[in-house]
């Protein structure tokens, strides 16, 4: 049994010149947060809008839910839902005269004033839109997503512009979608945002596919190595540490000293060597790879805001 529920093969869109989308192939499989990262200008939003049936590509094949995101445009949205990057509504239009306009939508939905009660927006039922903070507002959207039951959920850069607090809101969010049985889709160029939610992730880079997994099988294949950083009192040879098996690199920086290790154990002998020293410790930290670490490795760029 095929448990995907998105099927896409060598996706094309362009914008005459440019090839916002370049024949991309991947699938996201049900109950799953499936992450597609990379910088603004990637091709994020304009694949979650092919996929969502809100743009017509140029070549290739989707499916959604068995349905054709072109053809079958009007059944596969009374099954989706989707927040826009850009979605606004009315200044002066109330939270309760927004989601009953969007209820209007659907033949099938939830009740959302529960709805409203779970996203912590009840008791701004009455509130203008324009009155709502940088949060409420991404609850909002979510909300209008939310309201025909939707059996897969799309979610363009959500956290994109909020703070760490309300970002870290959102989050949970999420994961409480996940845990009602939604899939969700999600696009983000936040890479610790991916790491966090995403199941699978694949990573875009100029409308192309670059790489697809995990978030730890991706860093344990493109994050390089682990980096242990200390300063100490005294000094030592320069490569002292070189010796110890699974140490790659050293390197003085700042008055501190920087080195990759490949293994575990590198770290246990680096301690060890440093309590040999008996130099007097001022810092010691360790720091693993990251997502971000992959998609520069990958890509060779840094990521753009």
């Not at 969007?102 to 033949?107: G, K, P, R």
């Not at 670059?210 to 994050?223: E, K, Q, R, T």
């Amino acid at each position: 049994m095929n448990s995907n529920v998105v099927t896409v093969i060598d996706l094309m869109k362009h914008y005459g010149e440019v090839k916002a989308v370049d024949g991309i192939t991947f699938s996201v499989k049900k109950g799953e947060i499936f992450g597609i990262v990379g910088p603004n200008g990637a091709g994020k939003t304009t694949t979650i809008e092919c996929l969502a049936g809100m743009r017509k590509y140029d070549s290739g094949s989707v499916n959604v839910l068995d349905l054709n995101p072109v053809t079958d445009s009007k059944l596969l949205k009374e099954r989706i839902g989707l927040q826009q990057q850009e979605s606004e509504i009315p200044d002066r239009l109330k939270i309760s005269e927004a989601m009953l306009l969007f209820s209007s939508f659907y033949h099938k939905v939830l009740d959302w004033t529960d709805l409203l009660k779970q996203l912590n927006l009840w008791e701004k039922r009455d509130a203008y839109f324009s009155s709502l903070s940088g949060g409420q507002k991404k609850r909002l959207f979510i909300a209008m997503a939310l309201i025909g039951d939707p059996e897969v959920v799309f979610l363009d850069e959500l956290t994109s512009g909020l703070d760490p607090q309300a970002r870290r809101s959102i989050w949970e969010l999420v994961k409480n979608l996940q845990e009602q049985g939604r899939t969700i889709v999600l696009s983000t160029h936040y890479m610790d945002e991916a790491e966090k939610l995403c199941d699978r992730i694949a990573i875009i880079d100029s409308g192309k596919l670059v790489a697809l997994d995990s978030p730890s099988n991706l860093i344990s294949m493109y994050g390089g190595f682990t980096r242990v950083s200390f300063s100490v009192k005294g000094k030592f040879p320069a490569d002292f540490f070189a010796r110890i098996p699974g140490v790659e690199s050293t390197k003085d920086a700042d008055d501190k000293c920087i080195i990759e290790v490949s293994k575990k154990s590198a770290i246990v002998e680096i301690v060890k060597a440093l309590d040999g020293l008996n130099q007097g410790l001022d810092s010691f930290q360790i720091q693993a790879a990251t997502l971000e670490d992959v998609f520069l490795n990958i890509t060779g760029i840094e990521v753009r805001d």
